[in-house]
Protein backbone atom coordinates (compact mmCIF):
# COMPACT_ATOMS: atom_id res chain seq x y z
CA UNK A 1 0.00 0.00 0.00
CA UNK A 2 1.13 3.40 -0.96
CA UNK A 3 2.25 6.18 1.58
CA UNK A 4 0.19 8.57 -0.12
CA UNK A 5 -2.66 10.41 1.69
CA UNK A 6 -5.22 13.13 2.53
CA UNK A 7 -3.49 15.14 4.76
CA UNK A 8 -5.15 18.07 6.66
CA UNK A 9 -2.17 19.97 7.51
CA UNK A 10 -1.47 19.90 3.88
CA UNK A 11 -5.29 20.78 2.97
CA UNK A 12 -4.98 23.84 5.37
CA UNK A 13 -1.60 25.29 3.59
CA UNK A 14 -3.71 25.70 0.25
CA UNK A 15 -4.09 28.85 -1.49
CA UNK A 16 -7.61 29.62 -1.96
CA UNK A 17 -7.65 28.40 -5.64
CA UNK A 18 -5.88 25.24 -4.82
CA UNK A 19 -8.76 24.46 -1.77
CA UNK A 20 -11.60 25.77 -4.11
CA UNK A 21 -10.43 22.79 -6.58
CA UNK A 22 -9.42 20.07 -5.03
CA UNK A 23 -11.34 19.96 -2.53
CA UNK A 24 -14.91 21.78 -3.39
CA UNK A 25 -14.55 20.44 -7.28
CA UNK A 26 -13.89 23.72 -8.64
CA UNK A 27 -12.41 24.56 -12.28
CA UNK A 28 -9.47 27.56 -12.79
CA UNK A 29 -9.56 30.05 -15.41
CA UNK A 30 -8.49 29.02 -18.83
CA UNK A 31 -4.97 30.31 -20.23
CA UNK A 32 -4.11 31.63 -16.73
CA UNK A 33 -3.20 28.94 -14.71
CA UNK A 34 0.26 27.60 -13.69
CA UNK A 35 1.06 24.52 -15.99
CA UNK A 36 -1.05 24.81 -19.43
CA UNK A 37 1.70 26.05 -21.51
CA UNK A 38 4.68 24.20 -19.38
CA UNK A 39 6.95 22.31 -21.46
CA UNK A 40 9.33 21.93 -18.42
CA UNK A 41 10.11 17.56 -18.53
CA UNK A 42 9.00 16.38 -14.95
CA UNK A 43 6.60 14.76 -12.93
CA UNK A 44 3.47 16.01 -11.77
CA UNK A 45 1.51 14.80 -8.13
CA UNK A 46 -1.55 15.32 -5.74
CA UNK A 47 -0.70 19.11 -4.48
CA UNK A 48 -2.55 17.28 -1.84
CA UNK A 49 -1.14 13.66 -1.19
CA UNK A 50 1.98 14.00 -3.63
CA UNK A 51 1.03 10.65 -5.62
CA UNK A 52 2.49 10.30 -8.83
CA UNK A 53 -0.02 11.58 -11.62
CA UNK A 54 0.86 12.58 -14.95
CA UNK A 55 4.37 13.30 -16.36
CA UNK A 56 5.60 15.68 -18.77
CA UNK A 57 6.09 12.70 -21.43
CA UNK A 58 2.03 12.71 -21.89
CA UNK A 59 1.65 16.18 -22.04
CA UNK A 60 0.69 17.88 -25.19
CA UNK A 61 -1.43 20.95 -26.32
CA UNK A 62 -5.08 20.75 -26.59
CA UNK A 63 -5.40 24.53 -26.61
CA UNK A 64 -8.14 24.10 -24.49
CA UNK A 65 -6.32 26.63 -21.42
CA UNK A 66 -5.71 23.57 -19.27
CA UNK A 67 -2.82 21.07 -18.94
CA UNK A 68 -3.31 18.02 -20.89
CA UNK A 69 -2.45 14.74 -20.28
CA UNK A 70 -2.63 11.65 -22.75
CA UNK A 71 -2.52 8.92 -19.85
CA UNK A 72 -1.98 9.21 -16.23
CA UNK A 73 1.78 7.91 -15.09
CA UNK A 74 0.11 5.19 -13.31
CA UNK A 75 -3.32 3.97 -12.95
CA UNK A 76 -4.50 3.21 -9.86
CA UNK A 77 -3.43 6.66 -8.38
CA UNK A 78 -6.61 8.22 -10.86
CA UNK A 79 -10.20 7.46 -10.55
CA UNK A 80 -12.88 8.17 -12.98
CA UNK A 81 -16.48 9.20 -11.86
CA UNK A 82 -19.56 9.95 -13.65
CA UNK A 83 -20.41 13.81 -13.42
CA UNK A 84 -23.60 14.93 -14.19
CA UNK A 85 -23.09 18.83 -12.94
CA UNK A 86 -23.36 21.74 -14.72
CA UNK A 87 -25.86 19.80 -16.86
CA UNK A 88 -23.64 17.62 -18.85
CA UNK A 89 -22.11 14.29 -18.45
CA UNK A 90 -18.48 14.00 -17.92
CA UNK A 91 -16.05 12.18 -16.69
CA UNK A 92 -14.65 13.66 -13.58
CA UNK A 93 -10.87 12.63 -12.04
CA UNK A 94 -9.88 12.49 -8.85
CA UNK A 95 -6.63 11.00 -6.97
CA UNK A 96 -6.82 7.85 -5.49
CA UNK A 97 -5.53 8.28 -2.28
CA UNK A 98 -5.82 12.29 -1.81
CA UNK A 99 -9.35 12.48 -3.24
CA UNK A 100 -8.73 15.56 -4.72
CA UNK A 101 -10.91 16.88 -7.94
CA UNK A 102 -8.35 17.02 -10.42
CA UNK A 103 -10.54 17.66 -13.79
CA UNK A 104 -12.23 15.65 -16.71
CA UNK A 105 -10.91 13.21 -19.17
CA UNK A 106 -12.50 13.54 -22.52
CA UNK A 107 -12.39 11.11 -25.80
CA UNK A 108 -11.01 13.71 -28.07
CA UNK A 109 -7.13 13.02 -27.53
CA UNK A 110 -4.82 12.07 -29.41
CA UNK A 111 -5.74 9.08 -31.54
CA UNK A 112 -2.07 7.84 -32.18
CA UNK A 113 -1.82 8.43 -27.69
CA UNK A 114 -5.01 6.30 -26.78
CA UNK A 115 -7.72 8.95 -27.48
CA UNK A 116 -8.06 10.52 -24.09
CA UNK A 117 -7.29 13.90 -22.78
CA UNK A 118 -6.87 14.49 -19.11
CA UNK A 119 -7.95 17.98 -18.91
CA UNK A 120 -6.20 19.00 -15.64
CA UNK A 121 -6.47 22.04 -13.11
CA UNK A 122 -3.13 23.19 -12.92
CA UNK A 123 -3.87 24.05 -9.04
CA UNK A 124 -4.18 20.48 -8.21
CA UNK A 125 -0.59 19.46 -9.30
CA UNK A 126 2.73 20.16 -7.89
CA UNK A 127 5.54 19.80 -10.29
CA UNK A 128 8.90 18.01 -9.82
CA UNK A 129 11.35 18.95 -12.52
CA UNK A 130 13.08 16.00 -13.74
CA UNK A 131 16.86 16.97 -11.81
CA UNK A 132 14.84 17.27 -8.67
CA UNK A 133 12.78 14.00 -9.31
CA UNK A 134 15.68 12.31 -6.77
CA UNK A 135 15.63 14.99 -4.24
CA UNK A 136 11.72 14.91 -3.91
CA UNK A 137 11.71 11.22 -3.36
CA UNK A 138 10.47 10.57 -6.96
CA UNK A 139 13.88 8.63 -8.25
CA UNK A 140 12.09 5.95 -9.79
CA UNK A 141 10.32 8.05 -12.22
CA UNK A 142 13.50 8.96 -13.44
CA UNK A 143 14.24 6.07 -15.95
CA UNK A 144 10.56 7.34 -17.92
CA UNK A 145 12.76 10.32 -18.78
CA UNK A 146 15.64 8.47 -19.63
CA UNK A 147 14.65 5.61 -21.89
CA UNK A 148 12.59 8.97 -23.94
CA UNK A 149 15.74 10.37 -24.30
CA UNK A 150 17.15 7.31 -25.15
CA UNK A 151 14.41 6.81 -27.39
CA UNK A 152 15.25 10.40 -29.13
CA UNK A 153 18.81 9.37 -29.42
CA UNK A 154 18.45 6.37 -31.56
Not at 2 to 20: A, G, M, R, T
Request: glycine share 8%; hydrophobic share 25%; net charge negative.
Amino acid sequence: MSNYHKDPEVISSLSPEQYEVTQRNGTERPFRNAFWASKEPGLYVDVVSGEPLFTSLDKFDSECGWPSFTKPVEKENVVENRDSSHGMIRTEVRSSAGDSHLGHVFPDGPREAGGLRYCINSASLRFIPVDQLESEGYGSYRKLFQESEQGVKK
